[in-house]
Nanobody
Framework: QVQLVESGGGLVQPGGSLRLSCAASGSIFSIYGMGWYRQAPGKQRELVAA???????NYADSVKGRITISRDNAKNTVYLQMNSLKPEDTAVYYC??????????????WGQGTQVTVSS
């Protein structure tokens, strides 16, 4: 019933920018924390950035100063603005949200993932 739909991934040159979006839809009662994770080939999935309902943020050290997470609670959407991208940012990016479904329980939901490739 509840799903997360991601968009904005693609191929970008080093130093370029991308803006990822993730919209939650379905029978939602409330959305708590939201965040972005990424997984590169041969590596574990890692947290990139997270944001609470009230707007408090947390970033991985590797992306601080280059990436900004934000959310629009009215649209049930979280964004990831990525600037000064590096080849090591190449990964599949996954949206995550802690959601209390209208007719269910509170749990984590995951998006399908969107590929970000930083290469010249």
């Amino acid at each position: 019933q509840v799903q997360l739909v991601e968009s904005g991934g693609g191929l970008v040159q080093p130093g370029g920018s991308l803006r990822l979006s993730c919209a939650a839809s379905g029978s939602i009662f409330s959305i708590y924390g939201m965040g972005w994770y990424r997984q590169a080939p041969g590596k574990q999935r890692e947290l990139v950035a997270a944001i609470t309902h009230g707007g408090s943020t947390n970033y991985a050290d590797s992306v601080k100063g280059r990436i900004t997470i934000s959310r629009d609670n009215a649209k049930n959407t979280v964004y990831l603005q990525m600037n000064s991208l590096k080849p090591e940012d190449t990964a599949v990016y996954y949206c995550n949200a802690d959601i209390w479904a209208l007719y269910g329980t509170k749990r984590d939901y995951w998006g399908q993932g969107t590929q970000v490739t930083v290469s010249s």
